[in-house]
């Protein structure tokens, strides 16, 4: 039986997909997106935050099936809040195979992946095939940018998407919105095309910037250096997105 | 009416046929009904000169002094309170003003003696009063009051009157309820007359017929119930309760709807006003803070034949309650797991505002519990909430609903000190939480055995039966129950499962060290009382441990309670789960007050530390979530704690920031019935811009927030009280 890290499990959160949910933050992420308003999610390790409150560890280690009895225990709940569970983080599929151990022993609960995307291949269809719905985030469409703002290119988040598109999963993509970064009218309508015709899409979230972001760094003993002006609100350009043909969103 | 954007064609005479042709991507600049309901700028300017106090000016009525009087006319106790009314009614002067439709500006302030104090404490020796004495705290039949009209009911006094004319008290109490009748009569004739004066004959018609008469539109049972309800306030009652407003108001809407007198903007503005009004002078009436003044308001449920009740007015009063967003009235929404989620919809839009309404109960479980308490199940199925969230039944219930509280962290606070010190096994400790509960409920019960409730000769007009009997309201109704607060549970229960975990069953902690420890405050072992607080079972988790003990506490409070058979006046004591304003006297104290405070406790906490407020974890405990503390919550015995107390849960303002969230939270409002819980009260509001109201609170004039069973604005709470919500959990982002 496997076991993964998992730094939160978060009641009745409202942002991650519908009805009443509960979201596992797992622990561990391969990108370093410069935005990233969860750093204790960053390293695979338990770690010790140091804030005012004093000290705490972020990362608690999981059997699958402990992680699925906790969930389980609420899976009433859920179904009669017309909800479920959202795998988040960090990166959830850097521990696909846990998670899908998880989902295997859920009980008839629903379930949205929230992924960046970056993953390998097999890693992604493994667990994207068992959620209910999927959220991808997609940052920047072109790949050096891309690179520049998060640590690595776009390359295999494109390739998932296509995979995604022949899973027959139904999908929604989401777009944190960076002033001057992802924001731009360039960056979205890339986008746009991107996504454009891919089956499974039902809509596009955009995602205001969290002006919090870096409050918990410091309490993980490290350093918020954003690539962009926080001071800037970002700008929620819908319109952009008007090629890809669905629903645009803005949280 | 909307405009599509085919409305024009080339034949029309008004379309420019040299323009380009109009398509159907085009769009006429014609908002859409607006989702909200707004404030028109009349009533915009109001709330506005309301808030500013513009009508404070007309506080200029002489003050009132009938002790003279009455001493002169050696008047009964009944007859002064009788002349009180009288005289008071009298000494209002006719406010009206041009942007009103809806009137009635009180214009004394402060109440006159009706005896002197050496009066009060000979008549009362012996016996004790009530907080302030008057009868305050019940509710009104209202909907009888407005379809008899004030004319009737006189009829009704007169026709008792001279069948138990040999009944010297009842031709007294009659009497006194007919001089009464006239005083407020004669206010709303003085006030038809001011209407005439000023040229508002549209006023006049209706000041002529209300509150004599039965009202014949809306507007007219909307001014009706503002001089009735008034009434109450100016005679010296208190928490005045307003009952099922969607029941006893909807057929005079209904009927000008039918007839095209009214639609539904027009009447939600009318009502907008009327609540508006409730807002005018209730800076006069007694509470702790401003804010607690108990007018408090019930929509939906069933009828007392257990229909369902929910109707078009029910949705209009949540709909204005968002868009006046104002203190009074408290909204309150009867409901259960099978209520529809578009009304629970539209309740999360008013919670999402912050003013902590609705406060919702759950009918599946209130009114099995009022029947297994001798309710009949036709007024079970009639209740409203009284100022906080303690059940009553309209015009049938002279019940004391908050004699006091037991103060559960001194239960287990006693037992736990005692019982260690005792050599006690855990059982015997639990024994001695139940022998110190019994006690400080036997001590409250014995202190309100001699309640002395003053007659009520208007509030009697306005009850069921006391005219048609000849008895005056403080001589008992159909139901005279007691309450107590069950209160600062959940530190209470962290305490017990600390203890049994780490002294008895892990065996790891000595009772000597813990002893040491509470008696100095855990100064000198910090690393104790982090154990404690951090490692120890906690209410709001989902772990039994600690849930069990909660269960634990309100089954030996209920056995208490139903250990009494009479409270002296025929009735039971009910207990309840809120904690009022404890969460912060039982932590510091409370000149006067006779339940016990705490000094530092097993689970962790400090001496002074505040409690949490009614159903709620401790404040300062690692909590899961929400859906964790519904979990933990449900396992209570509601039936058993019929005096009701919501579970409390506070939600940040960035969950709202999702279009979809209105929808999660009518959700989670639906699981809360759907565990099987009995109250809830769940509040909106931000963290950050609390602290920041405390720094700057003249950047926050207006900012509401829940206290306990009322909201208030922050910036004029008491410091303690601005700390006790802003140590709240708070859930979302």
């Given at each position: 039986m496997l076991t993964g890290v998992v730094f939160d499990i978060k009641e009745f959160a409202v942002h991650d997909g519908p009805g009443v949910r509960v979201t596992v933050f797992l622990k561990g992420c391969p990108l370093r997106c410069s935005w990233c308003h969860n750093p204790e999610g960053l390293s695979p390790r338990p770690q010790v935050m140091r804030g005012a409150a004093g000290e705490r560890v972020a990362g608690q280690v999981f059997t699958s099936t402990e992680l699925a009895a906790r969930l389980n225990n609420q899976a009433g709940l859920l179904r009669a809040g017309e909800g479920g569970v959202t795998f988040s983080g960090g990166e959830p599929l850097a521990q696909a195979e846990f998670v899908a151990e998880v989902m295997d022993q859920l009980d008839n609960i629903h379930v949205v992946l929230d992924t960046s995307g970056h993953a390998e291949g097999a890693a992604f269809r493994l667990v994207a095939s068992k959620a209910s719905v999927v959220f991808l985030d997609l940052k920047l469409a072109d790949p050096d940018q891309h690179r520049y703002h998060t640590g690595a290119n776009n390359a295999r988040i494109l390739q998932n998407l296509r995979l995604l598109g022949g899973l027959g999963v139904p999908f929604v993509i989401r777009v944190p919105l960076i002033p001057g970064v992802t924001d731009t009218e360039a960056n979205l309508s890339g986008i746009a095309h991107l996504i454009a015709g891919v089956p499974g899409l039902q809509r596009v979230d955009l995602l205001p910037y969290n002006r919090a972001a870096g409050a918990k760094y410091a309490a993980c003993g490290q350093v918020f250096q954003p690539s962009f002006d926080q001071s800037r609100p970002s700008n929620p350009n819908a319109a952009c997105l008007e090629p890809a043909g669905v629903e645009v969103r803005v949280l | 009416m909307n405009a599509t954007a085919n409305n024009l064609t080339a034949a029309d005479p008004r379309c420019d046929t040299t323009a380009p042709a109009i398509t159907s991507s085009t769009r006429f600049c014609v908002p859409a009904p607006g989702r909200h309901f707004e404030l028109e700028p009349r009533l915009a300017q109001m709330k506005q000169s309301l808030r500013d106090g513009y009508?404070?000016?007309?506080?200029?009525?002489?003050a009132v002094d009938v002790l003279a009087e009455c001493e002169a006319e050696r008047l009964s106790w009944a007859q002064r309170v009788a002349r009180l009314t009288h005289r008071m009614c009298e000494a209002q002067q006719a406010v009206i003003r041009p942007e009103e439709q809806i009137v009635f500006t009180q214009t004394t302030t402060g109440l006159p003696r009706i005896y002197d104090d050496a009066q009060t404490r000979a008549l009362t020796s012996g016996s004790r009063l009530h907080e302030l004495g008057p009868i305050s705290n019940i509710c009104a039949d209202w909907g009888m009051v407005l379809e008899q009209g004030l004319a009737r009911r006189r009829e009704v006094a007169l026709a008792t009157r001279a069948r138990m004319k040999d009944d010297p008290d009842a031709v007294e109490f009659l009497d006194c309820a007919v001089e009464t009748i006239d005083a407020v009569l004669d206010l709303a004739s003085r006030y038809a007359a001011e209407a005439r004066r000023l040229g508002r004959l549209d006023l006049a018609q209706i000041l002529h017929e209300v509150p004599a008469y039965r009202p014949r539109t809306f507007h007219e049972a909307l001014q009706a119930l503002r001089f009735c309800h008034a009434a109450l306030w100016i005679s010296?009652?208190?928490?005045c309760g307003l009952g099922r407003f969607d029941q006893y108001m909807w057929p005079y809407l209904e009927a000008d709807v039918a007839s095209g007198r009214l639609d539904v903007p027009g009447a939600e503005h009318l009502l907008a006003e009327f609540f508006l009004s409730l807002n005018k002078?209730?800076?006069?009436y007694p509470g702790i803070q401003q804010g607690d003044n108990g007018q408090s308001l019930m929509l939906g449920g069933v009828t007392r034949d257990n229909r369902p009740a929910v109707n078009p007015l029910t949705r209009s009063v949540l709909r204005v309650a968002r868009g006046v967003a104002m203190i009074d009235p408290k909204i309150n929404l009867r409901m259960t797991k099978d209520t529809g989620l578009d009304l629970l919809e539209l309740a999360a839009q008013l919670t999402e505002i912050g003013l902590g309404f609705p406060q919702y109960s759950n009918d599946d479980v209130v009114i099995p519990g009022l029947i297994a308490h001798g309710y009949e199940p036709e007024d079970a199925r009639d209740y409203t909430v009284a100022a906080c969230w303690e059940f009553c039944i309209p015009g049938r219930g002279m019940e004391v609903?908050?004699?006091?509280?037991?103060?559960m962290p001194a239960a287990v606070d006693t037992a736990l000190r005692e019982g260690l010190a005792a050599g006690d096994s855990f059982a015997g400790i639990l024994g001695r939480v139940d022998a110190n509960m019994r006690l400080q409920v036997a001590r409250l019960v014995g202190s309100y055995a001699r309640l002395f409730l003053p007659p009520a000769p208007y509030y009697s007009v306005l009850m069921d039966g006391c005219l048609e009997r000849g008895r005056d309201l403080s001589h008992g109704l159909r139901y005279n129950n007691y309450g107590i607060h069950g209160a600062c549970s959940s530190n209470a229960a962290d305490a017990l499962a600390a203890v049994k975990k780490f002294v008895f069953d892990e065996k790891g902690v000595p009772a000597q060290r813990l002893l040491d420890a509470l008696a100095t405050n855990y100064e000198p072992d910090e690393p104790l009382r982090r154990k404690l607080a951090e490692d120890a079972p906690k209410v709001g988790n989902n772990d039994d441990a600690a849930d069990a003990m909660l269960v634990k506490l309100f089954d030996l409070f209920a056995d208490a309670c139903e250990a009494i058979p009479n409270n002296g006046r025929s009735g039971i004591i009910r207990p309840g789960s809120g904690s009022a304003m404890y969460y912060v006297w039982l932590a510091r104290g409370h000149c006067g007050m006779i339940e016990p405070a705490v000094g530092a406790m097993a689970d962790g906490r400090k001496a002074g530390g505040l409690f949490s407020s009614s159903l709620a974890p401790s404040h300062g405990v690692r909590v899961r979530g929400p859906l964790s503390v519904l979990q933990s919550y449900a396992k209570l015995d509601y039936r058993r704690i019929c005096n009701g107390g919501p579970l409390t849960i506070e939600l940040s303002d960035t969950v709202f920031r999702n279009p979809e969230a209105v929808h999660q939270v009518a959700l989670l409002i639906r699981l809360f019935a759907y565990v099987g819980c009995q109250q809830l009260q769940i509040n909106t509001l931000n963290v950050e811009t609390l602290k920041d109201a405390k720094r700057h609170p003249e950047r926050h004039r207006?900012?509401?927030?829940?206290v306990w069973g009322w909201s208030g604005y922050f910036c004029e709470l008491d410091e303690v009280y601005q700390d006790q919500i802003i140590g709240r959990h708070t859930y979302g982002e």
């Open positions: - | 009508y404070k000016r007309f506080r200029t009525s002489p010296g009652h208190y928490h002078d209730s800076d006069l609903v908050n004699i006091g509280a037991v103060s207006n900012l509401v927030v829940r």
